[in-house]
């Protein structure tokens, strides 16, 4: 398992961490990159907090054994309900020196230059609006902006069997979309706090006013790391630039190659199956 490079570890419960993989190895190309999936057990949206922080601390474990000094967790539910808990306790014990950094807060903080009315809706699983996270999160910043929030049970399902672009997904695009601004009809920008939404963003984008800014996290997720790094030069140094990128997952490896190309560019790919434990 001795891996001659130092990565950046990108992890998440499916495939969804995928669409923020693309965005950061776009914006840094030069990095050595590996992606963790957790796909024999995904979805993670509807899950205990606890399992949810079990599973996603076995995946940094194995993520660091791999050599990655620094890790993004690409998946919402995951930096919901388990990364606070990593980077408090579990941290100081297995390596104070590295790092593991969610997707909620970068997503967050740019959406205080966006909304103009400072109404603000959230689409995301249901794991990650029991966990509150978007609303406390932007409570904690901007606490004059209002949020509602609307759970969307079955989009993931929709992306992972290949059916967001049918026209049997418009139903249930629309349904929580309306779902959403009913609670609150002044909405100006909606964030979608789940990494797979960006495949429905079409359909999204179909069944949403016009004037209502929809926000993809990848981007965000991506400018927010390269600031990072440039922050921490300490960090940037450990990671090894040969412009690699590796696959492991949990499930088997040709499954995962034929649904990661919905999600990437790149073809074919490199992949690998593990366990975690």
């Not at 791999?66 to 539910?77: D, K, R, Y």
């Not at 297995?94 to 959230?122: K, M």
């Not at 990072?228 to 960090?235: A, I, K, S, T, V």
């Not at 090894?240 to 040709?254: H, I, K, V, Y």
Request: net charge neutral; charged share 20%.
């Amino acid at each position: 398992m001795h891996n001659p490079t130092s990565p950046i570890g990108v992890f998440d419960s499916g495939y969804g961490g995928l669409t923020i993989l693309q965005q950061i190895r776009q914006l840094m190309p030069d990095y050595d990159y590996v992606y963790l999936g957790d796909n024999a057990r995904t979805p993670y949206g509807s899950r205990s907090f606890e399992i949810v922080y079990q599973f996603t601390l076995q995946a940094v474990r194995r993520l660091f054994k791999e050599g990655c000094p620094i890790i993004i967790l690409a998946c919402n539910t995951a930096s919901a309900k388990a990364l606070r808990t990593i980077q408090q306790h579990d941290l100081p014990n297995i390596d104070p020196t590295r790092r593991v950094l969610g997707v909620i807060r970068p997503t967050v903080e740019a959406i205080g230059e966006i909304t103009r009315n400072y109404h603000v809706g959230v689409l995301a699983t249901q794991g990650t609006i029991a966990s509150e996270s978007y609303p406390l999160e932007i409570t904690k910043i901007y606490p004059h902006i209002r949020v509602s929030s609307q759970a969307c049970p079955l989009w993931v399902p929709l992306v992972e069997n290949n059916e967001h672009q049918s026209p049997g997904a418009d139903f249930f695009v629309k349904k929580y979309i309306d779902g959403l601004l009913q609670k609150d009809s002044d909405i100006d920008t909606i964030i979608l706090g789940c990494t797979h939404y960006p495949l429905l963003y079409d359909k999204i984008r179909q069944f949403t006013p016009a004037h209502i800014r929809i926000i993809a996290q990848g981007s965000y997720v991506a400018h927010s790391l390269t600031d990072y790094l440039q922050r921490h030069r300490d960090m940037q140094e450990r990671i090894s630039r040969q412009g690699t990128c590796r696959f492991l997952t949990t499930e088997q490896a040709d499954r995962f190659s034929t649904s990661a190309n919905l999600f990437l560019t790149d073809s074919p790919i490199n992949v690998e199956t593990i366990t975690l434990q």
